[in-house]
């Protein structure tokens, strides 16, 4: 039996094309919305040295997840890759900062909906965010994949719109990209941080394993195609939003790249900047939900979360139970949650996630591998440097969460 003829409890409904645009949906937006003003203001002009490094770390990450879905096409990621690959324990570890981290993450872009429709009207705007995309996802996996193509199309354009506000808004000025190394090697250290939020997205179509038609071939190839496009449009808008502001004014706005284009003579492209941005958000949250839910029902299924969360929909094929879980808790972490905070968080999980993912491909067998092993270990180290290198309180809440998780599992298995 090959990979693609693997059993499945979901419907195996998402082509090539659909598998790109829901990475694509989960990654662009995030960071040039959200994550570039606190990676400004850990390493000013010196988030575009972060930026590199956060990219060559992600890429590696990428590879990795890349081999190893195309032998465990699975919904859950990680969480079935450490099982498989390392054992119980450290799938159970990946799959727990998953949840916990793109948990947070879900609030992180509920929040920047909010901050870019209405700011005044942050946190109503985005549960209503919440409860509508939740539903979406409910309706089943053809409804988010269209979706989330619409988001993606409309969320280009704006960034189009981005970059032509600030280059030839008359306010753009090399002299605002100076000073790549004022934030000292901390600081940039931790830029990359912050900043591997944004590029975390290829997961998803990872954990949406046991709904992609023949996963084997499309689930590498969707993978590398839409972290290639990402890195391209990151790059372009952030060297854009930089030199028309430069990095002070990002590190104080929470619509960054409003900020950017209000400052030349292009301002009237504000409002769609942030209609834009509100769409970025939306389709990254879309993506982000369907992901949280599919690690859910795959760690419920095992038992390793309880196990009315492992429930599929007898006509929409859907996680359903996991759906409405993950959506009533990102409602009440949306109430009470910092942006910043959450993003930070939600590094560190997922960075730790990361790490586990690129220690089981380490162990695949040669015939598995699709990229130099090496890359495997290159991601185990950057993924913990990058941990390391982020707000101590951010590290010791990351940390305390994991070791809650890990203690509850050796609890549970010591009694069974």
């Known amino acids: 039996m090959t990979t693609d003829e693997v059993p499945t409890r979901l419907a195996r409904r998402l082509g090539l094309s659909d598998a790109v645009f829901v990475g694509l949906g989960s990654m662009i937006g995030a960071g040039v ?182 996963p084997a071939r499309t689930i590498p190839k969707a993978i590398v195609r839409a972290f290639a496009i990402t890195l391209v449009v990151y790059t372009v808008v952030s060297v854009s939003a930089l030199a028309a502001v430069g990095p002070d004014a990002l590190a104080r706005s929470d619509a960054p790249l409003a900020t950017a284009v209000r400052a030349g003579d292009l301002a009237a492209l504000v409002p769609a900047v942030r209609v834009g941005g509100t769409i970025a958000a939306l389709g990254v949250l879309l993506s982000l939900i369907a992901g949280v839910s599919r690690t859910t029902f795959a760690m419920a299924a095992d038992r390793e979360l309880p196990t009315w969360l492992d429930a599929v929909h007898p006509i929409r094929k859907v996680p359903h139970h996991a759906e409405v879980a993950a959506g009533t808790v990102i409602v009440i972490l949306v109430t009470l949650v910092d942006l910043r905070e959450a993003i930070g968080f939600s590094s560190f999980c997922v960075l730790a996630y990361y790490a586990i993912a690129n220690a089981s491909a380490w162990t695949l067998e040669p015939e598995h591998r699709r990229w130099p092993r090496s890359l495997a270990a290159v991601g185990v180290a950057g993924c913990v440097l990058l941990a390391f290198t982020l707000p101590a309180v951010v590290i010791l809440s990351g940390a305390g969460v994991l070791a809650a998780g890990a203690i509850v599992w050796t609890f549970r298995h010591r009694r069974r």
């Open 33 to 214: 919305f959200a994550a570039v003003g606190p990676a400004a203001n850990a390493a000013g002009s010196g988030l575009l040295i972060g930026l590199a490094i956060a990219a060559a770390v992600a890429y590696c990450n990428a590879t990795s997840s890349a081999a190893l879905a195309a032998v465990y096409p699975a919904s859950g990621g990680t969480y079935v890759y450490g099982r498989e690959r390392l054992g119980p324990f450290w799938g159970f570890l990946a799959g727990w900062g998953f949840v916990v981290g793109k948990t947070a993450s879900c609030a992180a872009m509920a929040l920047t909906v909010g901050a870019y429709a209405a700011p005044s009207w942050q946190r109503p705007i985005a549960v209503t965010a919440v409860v509508c995309l939740t539903a979406v996802n409910y309706l089943g996996v053809r409804k988010t994949a269209i979706l989330t193509r619409i988001i993606v199309v409309l969320v280009l354009a704006a960034l189009t719109l981005v970059v032509i506000g600030t280059a030839f808004g008359g306010a753009a000025s090399t002299d605002h990209i100076t000073g790549l190394g004022s934030g000292g090697p901390d600081g940039i250290l931790r830029s990359a941080g912050l900043l591997f939020f944004a590029f975390a997205g290829y997961a998803r179509i990872a954990t949406l394993g046991e709904e992609v038609d023949q």
